[in-house]
T-cell receptor, first 111, second 113 residues
Framework: KQEVTQIPAALSVPEGENLVLNCSFTDSAIYNLQWFRQDPGKGLTSLLLIQSSQREQTSGRLNASLDKSSGRSTLYIAASQPGDSATYLCAVLNYGQNFVFGPGTRLSVLP | GAGVSQSPSNKVTEKGKDVELRCDPISGHTALYWYRQSLGQGLEFLIYFQGNSAPDKSGLPSDRFSAERTGGSVSTLTIQRTQQEDSAVYLC???????????FGQGTRLTVV
């Protein structure tokens, strides 16, 4: 059974810092890994999608990497801003075609 | 529509009543997922539809929960005889193919009183 974990559970940083969020999964038989952002009381917004054959994806200040063999992904946020404050979720799409989510990292960027 | 649409956005119901939650996926998306997010908890998979295939119902927590997808488009999640532990945000997502990833709606916040 696929299990996804995220470290840290919560993170508070001053504005301008670069930061790394970690995601680990137990079963490497995945189609892809997707990073989402969730604001309080809102749905999920897709940030980056990495196919299983890819190593990384970039969008603006965000960079996500994937090491499928070790079951790890990282989300790198450069020059953090208060507007980045949210919960960040990673999810893997299993060969069974079901997304399995991690518990999330709650990020606070202080002005 | 431009995105996944869910209705209602909020629903308050009395314990024991039945409720129906609606999801309108992105046009043309063949895959549709329902998830549940309880307060302070992660996302719990409920059910998955792919085209005309039989749905994967392995995540439904009890036989009070059911879902259907009519015409390969709109989906309805029905919860019968609601209980207080059913209170949660119910999220729907759709996807065209695994290479595209999933897109989520804003969710329906269900409160059972």
């Amino acid at each position: 059974k696929q299990e996804v974990t995220q470290i840290p559970a919560a993170l508070s940083v001053p504005e301008g810092e670069n930061l790394v969020l970690n995601c680990s999964f137990t079963d490497s038989a995945i189609y892809n890994l997707q990073w989402f952002r969730q604001d309080p009381g809102k749905g999920l917004t897709s940030l980056l999608l990495i196919q299983s054959s890819q190593r990384e994806q970039t969008s603006g200040r965000l960079n996500a990497s994937l090491d499928k063999s070790s079951g790890r992904s990282t989300l790198y946020i450069a020059a953090s801003q208060p507007g980045d404050s949210a919960t960040y979720l990673c999810a893997v799409l299993n060969y069974g075609q079901n997304f399995v989510f991690g518990p999330g990292t709650r990020l606070s960027v202080l002005p | 529509g431009a995105g996944v649409s869910q209705s209602p956005s909020n629903k308050v119901t009395e314990k024991g009543k039945d409720v129906e939650l609606r999801c309108d996926p992105i046009s043309g998306h063949t895959a549709l997922y329902w998830y549940r997010q309880s307060l302070g908890q992660g996302l719990e998979f409920l059910i998955y539809f792919q085209g005309n295939s039989a749905p994967d119902k392995s995540g439904l927590p009890s036989d009070r929960f059911s879902a259907e997808r009519t015409g390969g488009s709109v989906s309805t999640l029905t919860i019968q005889r609601t209980q207080q532990e059913d209170s949660a945000v119910y999220l729907c997502a759709s996807s065209l193919a695994y290479r595209v990833g999933a897109f989520f709606g804003q969710g329906t916040r269900l409160t059972v009183v």
